[in-house]
């Protein structure tokens, strides 16, 4: 399948900023959620933030609102994660995920509402 990808995951000190990118590049474009999921070693993966395509809608974790905004191109392509104030606990395995043909699930939904998985970009924060 070789979709979603995604880039920009690294190292930083706690304050600073990451940008993700996720994308969708062949992926059949039609009405579709992203979600931004987070995990550590021994938890679950942890909804961060969806976004709905074409209407731009969002939802944040109480966890990350007003420190993580999601974004997207207008063709449905490219999605984006930016990540300020980063915290030591903002650290893990972020990955992108897409639920096709159909909107976000309330609250950020579960691991089980998206289909299609990206493989995962490493976030550390140190403190």
């Known amino acids: 399948q070789g979709w979603p990808v995604e880039s920009g995951g690294g190292s930083v000190q706690a304050g600073g900023s990451l940008r993700l990118s996720c994308a969708l590049t062949?992926?059949?474009?039609?009405?579709?959620?992203m979600g931004w999921f987070r995990q550590t070693p021994g938890n679950e993966r942890e909804g961060v933030a969806t976004i709905f395509w074409p209407s731009d809608t969002t939802y944040y974790a109480d966890s990350v609102k007003g420190r993580f905004t999601t974004s997207q191109d207008d063709f449905g392509r490219m999605v984006y994660l930016q990540m300020n104030n980063l915290k030591p606990e903002d650290s893990g395995t972020y990955y992108c995920?897409?639920?096709?043909?159909?909107?976000?699930?309330?609250?950020?939904?579960?691991?089980?509402?998206?289909?299609?998985w990206g493989q995962g970009t490493q976030v550390t924060v140190a403190s």
């Open positions: 995920a897409a639920a096709l043909g159909r909107g976000c699930p309330s609250g950020g939904g579960q691991y089980g509402d998206f289909e299609h």
């Open positions: 062949d992926a059949p474009i039609s009405k579709h959620c």
